[in-house]
């Protein structure tokens, strides 16, 4: 099944929309902050960079940064083997 021109034209303009608002959410952010924000969305890292005018490598290190900042280690939950004692 091919998209007709109207819906491609509809999901166009659904793309645009979501690219202004994500411009405006993140107007006066730091671009990591901008990128944790649009990080919970289903947006790729090329969408992101788009939307803030950077690499979508850019985008991507600084996901993986995020990442590993949350992610606690096991040493630093107490735990040297992962066995429960």
Do not use: C, F, H, W
């Not at 007709?4 to 509809?10: G, K, P």
């Not at 990591?32 to 969408?47: F, P």
Request: proline share 1%.
């Amino acid at each position: 099944m091919t998209a007709t021109n109207s819906e491609n034209a509809l999901l166009a303009a659904v793309e645009q929309l979501t690219n202004l608002v994500a411009i405006a959410m993140t107007r006066d952010m730091r671009q990591v902050e901008a990128i944790r924000l649009l990080s919970r969305s289903s947006l790729s890292n090329a969408q992101v960079a788009t939307i803030l005018g950077t690499s979508a490598d850019s985008v991507r290190g600084e996901r993986n940064r995020l990442k590993r900042a949350v992610k606690p280690s096991a040493k630093a939950q107490g735990t040297d083997d992962g066995a429960e004692r």
